[in-house]
């Protein structure tokens, strides 16, 4: 994979940062909340126009655009000497959780559509086509469920399971999907699945580049990430009923408080998360909803969902269980009823030593500063692991914020990792 005159080639894959600030300050104004908060959600009016928005930038860069029955955008540079190759794929995603920021996934996509664009203003021909793909949802705020598109692509998505979920609406997948334009022909949630579907072999190698979400690089004062292995996710939804009541006339001792069990089930996800005493397990109880919830009303519902995380997928499974036991203990002592979902348990993602060595390598030959780390967010780096050699390159954010409205990376720091992007696909795809 090296290239001679690296040097001299990558002085005509010219890389416009202030481009893509300004394509990211636009894509920014496409949110449900104001600037510098974006709430972006999928198939939502403001989904639609970034979709109608990433679109027009693939065009505009000289890219051949197509969509998949989900809705994942794939824009594609030819490759010179055999279109038959399988490509050479980079992407992210743009939808965004409420109150995020700008820069979250946002990056990976224009990120990949500029490479592309100054690799091909700079005449170069790659040997293999290359893509830049937008995924669908990423983020599992409408169904729950996270990396819908990149699961649907890798064959891991079960169209019975997609069928099952709702939103907070009690719309699901396959109506929302039309409601984006997606789907429209009659197809079941299986025939959009298999349609999306991606065979093993069908993607030459996979590079997400991606904010890092952490303080580390910006700490140590380096330009880029290099990761060799993303995290193992899981996820867990917990609903409990009690008997709820009047807040002055329900005495103490005839309460079966939902709320309560909630609340002791948070603590007690800090207590096992903290009870592997490594650091590299988390788990977080984000959303924990009370109903009625009303100040004189005793809690006779409570919504609660946790995320577990850890690099080890057993110890992650130990903790997922250890919560789940608790819950029931717990509900039982105070006489709740209670039923729990495993929205998703995911196992982690080596990175492939071709693609580690190709982003090190274009890290090196660019003169960028780097180090070797492992991502403790997911991607859809995650799953396009399962079909393809996938690698992912880390800038830094400041403050190492991400999911905040503050979320920011410098120009600098995008041209560095998009050059980075640019030199490792040239390298992958091979000229
Ligand atoms: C995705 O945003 C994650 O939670 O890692
Ligand atoms: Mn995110
Ligand atoms: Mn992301
Ligand atoms: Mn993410």
Partial sequence: SSIPNVNVMMDKVKVSASNLFEQIEALGELSDTTPPSITRILYSENDVRARDYVKSLMVSAGLVVREDSL???????????????????????????????????????????????????????????????????????????????????????????????????????????????????????????????????????????????????????????????????ASVTFDFVGNGGHAGALLMPYRRDAGLVAAELALSVEQWALGTKAVDTVATTGVLQVYPGAVNSVPREAHVEVDVRDIDEERRDGVLSSIIRSAEVIARKRSVEMEHKIVNQDPPAPCDASVIDAVQESANELGLTSRRMVSRAYHDALFMAQIAPTGMIFIPCKGGVSHRPDEFSSQKDMENGVRTLALAMIKLAGV
């Fill in 71 to 233: 809705g994942n955008i794939y824009g594609r540079l030819t490759g010179s000497e055999d279109d038959e190759l399988s490509p050479v794929v980079s992407g992210s995603h743009a939808d965004a959780i409420p109150h995020s920021g700008k820069y979250d996934g946002v990056l990976g996509v224009l990120g990949a559509i500029e490479a592309l664009r100054a690799i091909r203003d700079s005449g170069l021909r790659l040997k293999r086509p290359v893509e830049a793909l937008m995924f669908t949802s990423e983020e599992p705020t409408r169904f729950g469920l996270s990396c819908i598109g990149s699961r649907a692509m890798c064959g891991r998505l079960d169209a019975g399971y997609l069928n099952s979920l709702r939103d907070a609406n009690g719309t699901g997948f396959l109506e929302a999907c039309r409601g984006g334009g997606y789907c429209k022909d009659g197809a079941t949630t299986a025939e959009v699945l298999e349609a999306s579907y991606v065979p093993k072999g069908g993607v030459h190698a996979f590079v997400e580049l991606h904010i890092e979400q952490g303080p580390m690089l910006e700490d140590e004062g380096l330009d880029i990430g290099v990761v060799t292995a993303i995290a193992a996710p």
